[in-house]
């Protein structure tokens, strides 16, 4: 039978062409490459008459075919090798699972994440450079040869890094063809195997065996040429009957594959998102399914795998990332963000609006910081994202000061005074650590403060956005400062103001992070306009704002003064163990801008608004 009579085969026809030699029929094909796709159709339709128990047999023997019809009849070891050995690569391919260990370079790096592996490290020139041996955790990719990754300087031979070449051109006319109809039929039918299971459904496990052999042998032959995994990103982006491409039905369907089949395909994306432009486009289908993954993790009490293998991917390149900025990334993040804090609030005996649980089984373990930390990722990336968040975005810094409110008094601390404490919790950790998370992110706010500064913007904008920045925060922080009642006492010859509040038997909490915020941006703003009184770079605020916004620095101090004195004994080793982090050097930001709240409280008020000496937090 002619290859050419293919398209007609009918069930006899195809099972006598099987029984033909690999090397005959595959050769035939070579030469006659419209028919590999009604060939191979027929192949995989075939599966539908195996059992769960040989699928993967019957899987295995389909690629066998695509692999031979992909070297044209010649014996495939041989001829992948010889592929291999004279392609040339712009950029390192390996990727790595957790326990591999690579190189850092801060010298080379374009980024926090960005990594390289131990033999484009060892091949490359970094004598006299800063660089780490670190064991990875989650998984990741070699960096050599990514311009926006990897400084050129940094790249090892073997890499050129020149993406203005397509890699596909160096492969004969003939190839290329036989592999874009292959990856081509092989990528649809496994996308369509998906979508034929409602999004309640689980996938049988017989087609999840069909997708994970499909991945291995896409990655497989990806991994013999740059050029075959270049045509592979064309392919995965070719639109289906049902109007997406291959990339968003896997991104959509991603959750409910098996763990090792997940694996799988997130090792496949590491491959292809080796291309610039490939994740460009990438970008914008995993916003679109990026709270599907937030709601994954609260669902499984932690799954955040695909998160921490693709975000440093995207998200660590400023120029990749700003764009989907403006697009809203960062508005589709905090809302997210926010509505994941809140389902995990309540109120707490220093305050009765919501405050997130420290103790709760998604807080404990951090799971919630794959995703914060993508958050400061994009904002730690470049300052001009930070500026642009402040001056063109107000929801999304509206939202990121609502998510820090509701750390505002968590897990609070109280005196015991009749007995001991039964035992000693780990609560405070979390506290500490979720603090910590938004901390990294108020001192790039005011970097974007600062890169306002360098572009010479008028003194006037500058102060109407720190007017509505502050008011912001203290639009939130007050209502949490209303346990404090101000009270009016007359003194000769002042009348003045003091609080009721005894550190030692009220509950306090070390965790202030609007205090520090309003703190930082204030103190930038002097810092850049000293001619300025700080009564002009404060806006308008309520009458005994200050005197609440300075007592719970003040309960801090007054807290850390009775610890040393051990009056705070019975409370166990906790307390003493919250008082030396916080003034520790990690949480030492967060100590200063307290004692800055102290002093601002002081210069405003002035020296005629005295303390009552009966206020005993004083």
């Known amino acids: 039978m002619n290859a050419s009579d293919i398209h007609t085969l009918s069930d006899s026809d195809g099972r006598a062409l099987k029984k033909g030699s690999l090397q005959q029929i595959s050769a035939q094909l070579k030469n006659d490459p419209n028919q590999i796709e009604r060939f191979l159709n027929y192949l995989l339709n075939q599966l539908a008459d195996a059992q769960d128990n040989e699928m993967e047999d019957a899987i295995g023997d389909v690629l066998t075919w695509a692999t031979w019809i992909l070297t044209g009849g010649v014996e495939p070891s041989?001829?992948?090798?010889?592929?291999?050995?004279?392609?040339?690569?712009?950029?390192?391919?390996?990727v790595w699972n957790d326990g591999y260990y690579f190189y850092r370079c801060r010298d080379c790096e374009q980024s926090p994440s960005s990594s390289i592996c131990a033999d484009c490290f060892n091949s490359g020139n970094h004598e006299g450079h800063d660089f780490i041996f670190e064991r990875s955790v989650y998984g990741g990719c070699c960096d050599c040869g990514n311009p926006f990754a990897w400084k050129s300087t940094g790249f090892c031979p073997a890499h050129n890094g020149s993406f203005t070449e397509d890699p596909s051109e160096q492969l004969p006319t003939d190839l290329k063809e036989r592999i874009w109809i292959l990856l081509k039929t092989i990528i649809t039918r496994g996308c369509t195997q998906l979508l034929q299971y409602p999004s309640d459904v689980p996938f049988p496990s017989a087609i999840q065996q069909i997708v994970k052999s499909i991945i291995s042998w896409i990655r497989y032959v990806g991994s013999q040429s740059e050029a075959i995994l270049h045509i592979c990103r064309k392919v995965s982006e070719i639109k289906l009957s049902n109007g997406q491409t291959s990339v968003q039905i896997s991104l959509n369907t991603c959750l409910r594959l098996e763990s090792e089949v997940l694996d799988e395909l997130l090792f496949l994306y590491l491959d292809l998102l080796q291309d610039p432009s490939f994740k460009e486009s990438f970008v914008a289908y995993y916003m679109k399914?990026?709270?599907?993954?937030?709601?994954?993790?609260i669902d499984t009490k932690g799954d955040t795998n695909v998160v921490y293998k693709i975000s440093p991917q995207l998200f660590s390149i400023p120029a990749l990332a700003f764009p989907h900025v403006k697009n809203g990334l960062l508005k589709m993040m905090t809302k997210e963000l926010l509505k994941f804090f809140l389902s995990v609030s309540q109120p707490n005996i220093l305050s009765t609006l919501p405050t997130v649980d420290c103790d709760h089984p998604l807080i404990v373990p951090h799971h919630y910081y794959a995703f914060t930390n993508d958050l400061n990722t994009i904002l730690l990336g470049d300052p001009e994202v930070s500026q642009y968040v402040i001056y063109n975005l107000p929801e999304v810094l509206r939202d990121f000061i609502e998510i820090s409110s509701l750390i505002q008094c968590a897990n609070p601390v109280k005196r015991m005074i009749d007995v001991h404490q039964e035992y000693d919790s780990d609560t405070w950790q979390s506290s500490f650590a979720l603090e910590a998370e938004f901390t990294r992110g108020y001192a790039q706010l005011a970097l974007g403060f600062q890169h306002g500064f360098k572009l010479k913007m008028s003194e006037?904008?500058?102060?109407?956005?720190?007017?509505?920045?502050?008011?912001?925060?203290?639009?939130?922080?007050?209502?949490?400062?209303?346990?404090?009642?101000?009270?009016?006492?007359?003194?000769?010859?002042?009348?003045?103001?003091?609080?009721?509040?005894?550190?030692?038997?009220?509950?306090?909490?070390?965790?202030?992070?609007?205090?520090?915020?309003?703190a930082r941006l204030v103190y930038e703003c002097l810092t850049e306009y000293p001619q300025l009184d700080i009564s002009q770079v404060l806006p308008t605020l309520p009458a005994d704002f200050i005197f609440k916004l300075i007592e719970q620095p003040l309960h801090l101090q007054v807290l850390l003064a009775q610890v040393r004195a051990e009056?705070?004994?019975?409370?166990?080793?906790?307390?003493?163990?919250?008082?030396?982090?916080?003034?520790?050097?990690?949480?030492?930001?967060?100590?200063i801008s307290d004692l800055f709240i102290l002093q601002m409280g002081v210069v405003i008020l002035g020296g005629n608004q005295r303390r009552h000496p009966g206020n005993r937090s004083s």
């Open 289 to 297: 399914c990026y709270p599907a993954l937030l709601q994954h993790m």
């Open 567 to 591: 009056m705070w004994i019975r409370n166990g080793i906790t307390i003493a163990n919250q008082t030396y982090v916080y003034r520790g050097s990690y949480y030492m930001e967060n100590y």
């Open 78 to 94: 041989e001829y992948l090798a010889n592929l291999k050995a004279t392609s040339k690569s712009r950029v390192c391919t390996k």
């Open 460 to 518: 006037k904008i500058q102060l109407e956005m720190f007017h509505q920045t502050l008011a912001t925060i203290a639009e939130f922080v007050y209502p949490r400062l209303g346990y404090l009642s101000v009270v009016y006492s007359y003194g000769i010859p002042f009348k003045f103001p003091r609080v009721n509040f005894d550190v030692s038997t009220q509950p306090v909490s070390l965790h202030l992070p609007l205090h520090r915020l309003f």
